[in-house]
């Protein structure tokens, strides 16, 4: 529906409505159909599926996957927005949700809405400043989704591929890699939103997959905190505090990265998720003598 990212259109609305675009919420309406195709196309929705979106601002993506998809509910936490779609988007496979997407309960929210089983994918316009948490939320979830496509600023989106070794690796990375396999879609520049925001964003699919390491998930991600706490650090050095939290004796460290086969004075953006994996076994297992 090419009219609902007309610059003219989302213009008229907000006239009309007498709406103010809310910085704090970080609302930035996309008005060009050429990305919405974009996003929609990497979402590959089926008739049978069901979507969640979050963030829908005036109903561009929302109505363009309500002619693709079985049905869409989106969350917005605006009153105001969520009074105008109700309004304007004329769709009966649409449910528009008042609510927090940070702390409500998404399965919850689609059982209420008939959902029961079936493919679900995720698609988001995501608010810079929650982008982090939304995102781990989403791979978290107990929704079993097929695939997330997200819009978030682009330096987020380049951390999130980022390569073992470079300046963006890092706990993002690590996470994501964990989770899921990703991808950037398309880049998307920032005049293509009302109002522009002041950095670019890019779209990035994340199909989740089961872990590709076995070590335990919390103690997992309090090795890569304490690697990434300070980047220049050994990962020797970075991790003698977290080693001394767990009690484990002075030695327990360097035996448990010469059984991980992983150097010491190397740093934590030169481990990949399978030496972390290794690194936090040796440790909670505890090397056995005479490994190396």
């Known amino acids: 529906m090419p009219r609902y990212s007309a610059p003219s259109y989302v213009r008229s609305i907000l006239r009309e409505k007498e709406y103010t675009i809310k910085k704090k919420l970080g609302q930035n309406f996309l008005v060009d159909q050429n990305y919405v195709e974009k996003i929609a196309a990497a979402a590959e929705i089926v008739p049978s599926d069901w979507v969640l979106e979050i963030g829908p601002g005036l109903g561009v993506l929302t109505a363009a996957m309500a002619e693709r998809a079985h049905k869409v509910v989106a969350l917005e936490i605006d009153r105001e927005l969520v009074a105008i779609l109700r309004e304007t988007l004329a769709f009966p496979n649409v449910a ?74 890092g706990v993002l990375t690590l996470a994501v890699q964990y989770y899921s396999q990703a991808e950037i879609v398309t880049r998307v520049p920032r005049s293509v939103f009302l109002p522009a925001p002041e950095v670019d964003s890019a779209v990035v699919r994340l199909v989740p997959k089961p872990p590709p390491v076995a070590a335990s998930r919390p103690e997992l991600f309090q ?57 936090t076994e040796s440790l909670v297992q505890r090397c056995p003598d005479g490994v190396s």
């Open 223 to 279: 090795v890569i905190r304490a690697a990434f706490q300070q980047r220049r650090k050994t990962i020797r050095n970075s991790l003698k505090a977290l080693a001394k939290a767990w009690n484990l004796p002075p030695e327990a460290l360097d035996e448990a990265l010469n059984c991980a086969g992983v150097r010491g004075d190397v740093r934590g953006e030169d481990l990949t998720l399978q030496d972390f994996g290794r690194l």
């Open 96 to 169: 528009v949700v008042e609510t927090d997407a940070l702390t409500a309960d998404w399965r919850d929210i689609l059982e209420e809405q008939g959902w029961s089983a079936g493919s679900v994918k995720l698609v988001a316009n995501l608010p810079y400043y929650i982008t982090t948490p939304l995102v781990m939320k989403a791979l978290e979830s107990d929704v079993p989704f097929a695939a997330l496509v997200v819009m978030v600023q682009r330096e987020v989106a380049e951390r999130m591929v980022a390569p073992v070794g470079s300046k963006d690796y």
